[in-house]
């Protein structure tokens, strides 16, 4: 039997007819643009999934987090507090915004940035905390909220892993200043291309990324108030992602059954820690992510392999030791929690078109190995 990490041909599969009448709607009208009906309507719908004011569709997960700090005024000079255990993307665009990465370790049953680190590295050049909402959980909300209120910073959540979660009872809106969701194909709610999105509650911050993704002109004619980016979430993506969007909370709550017969099966297993949730978090499971005593890691994936099994790595390498940002000067040690994950997570197939009979032999494979 083979379990794939994803299957988009499934899903896609089942929902033909509505995806086919989608893009004859959008062939029919050539609304491709990024200003048009469909993504406006996408707006609407994920602010009211989301819990937010304001729903700005750009170009990609990466885009809505370079504009969302741009946005913020983050420049050269700042610092922004994040985690280094996370999609290279976190990092990058903090330097694409001429500012500078300051990573902060992340807890070690949750993977998510640590509130304590977070607020230890704090200095008179932070300007933003951007915790990571890993694999599906949003952090420890209520701490960086405290923290950010307490030092007047601003908090921008990184949720492309995290459409759907929740965290105390309260949707993911009602958190920070803003968040960025990616719907790259292979997420919870995932374009036939790239895509993403800024939320936020402050009406300031929605103008100024309504500028900065369409020239700095906000798309009215042919007058620009700042230099800007072309980065729009163009009409086919917005008409396939709203069939898809129909979906989300049912596909969600898939991938967390499944999670739930991970749990039960393989609970109990020497030398395997199962994926941890914060307290009062709603997780949507975006990765089922174990971990492995080191060494082990790469000798379960080669059995899961020989079982049909695809696993991953997310991620092998934090970004503060990535070769790119050594001019930051970070050393092997500065981050041992990060550096440990790295070493240890493992990624089992969890997506919402598994079969019970697929999540079962996973599970039966992982058992085989420990035992
Ligand atoms: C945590 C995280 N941040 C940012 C991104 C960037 O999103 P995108 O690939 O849509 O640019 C991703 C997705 O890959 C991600 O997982």
Redesign the pocket.
């Known amino acids: 039997m083979n379990v794939p990490m994803a299957d988009l041909q499934a899903q896609h599969g089942e929902l033909k007819e509505e995806l086919r009448a989608a893009f004859d709607q959008v062939m029919a009208t050539c609304d491709f643009g990024g200003l048009g009906e469909n993504t406006v309507a996408l707006e609407q719908e994920i602010a009211a999934v989301c819990g937010s004011k304001h729903a700005l569709g750009v170009n ?3 885009d809505a ?1 370079l504009l969302a700090l741009l946005a913020m005024g983050v420049g050269p000079g700042d610092e922004v507090i994040t985690s280094s255990f ?2 290279i ?2 990092g990058e665009t903090i330097c694409l915004a001429g500012a500078t990465p300051v990573f902060a370790d992340i807890d070690p049953f949750t993977y998510n940035l640590s509130p304590e680190a977070a607020e230890a590295a704090i200095t008179p050049r932070t300007k933003v905390i951007l915790p ?1 909402h ?1 694999f599906g959980q949003l952090a420890d909300m209520t701490q960086f909220q405290r923290i950010a209120d307490a030092q007047g910073l601003a908090v921008l959540g ?1 949720a ?2 995290a459409i759907g979660a929740t965290h105390a009872g309260k949707p993911l809106g009602a958190w920070g200043d803003a968040n960025t969701l ?3 194909p292979t997420k919870n709610l995932g374009a036939c291309g ?1 895509g ?1 999105m800024v939320l936020t509650d402050d009406a300031e911050l929605a103008e100024q990324i309504k500028l900065l993704r369409f020239h700095g002109s906000g798309g009215k004619g042919y007058f620009h108030k700042e230099i800007g980016y072309c980065s729009r979430l163009d009409g086919m993506q917005a008409a396939l992602l709203r069939v898809k969007a129909r979906r989300l909370t049912a596909w969600n709550d898939a991938r967390r059954a499944n999670a739930g017969i991970y749990d039960e099966a393989l609970s109990g297993l020497g030398g395997l820690v199962l994926p941890c949730a914060e307290r009062g978090s709603h997780h949507i499971y975006h990765q089922y992510t174990v971990r492995v005593a080191e060494g082990r890691r790469e000798a379960l994936q080669a059995h899961l392999k020989s079982c049909g099994v695809q696993s991953a790595i997310y991620y092998p390498l934090p970004i503060h030791l990535q070769e790119a940002y050594a001019f930051l000067g970070y050393k092997n040690g500065d981050l041992p929690e990060s550096e440990r994950a790295s070493l240890e997570v493992l990624s089992l197939p969890v997506h919402p078109e598994l079969s019970r009979q697929q999540v079962i032999h996973t599970a039966d494979a992982v058992q085989e190995f420990f035992r």
């Open positions: 990609s997960g990466t987090l996370s999609f993307a976190t990571v890993l990184d492309a892993q990616s719907f790259y790239d993403g």
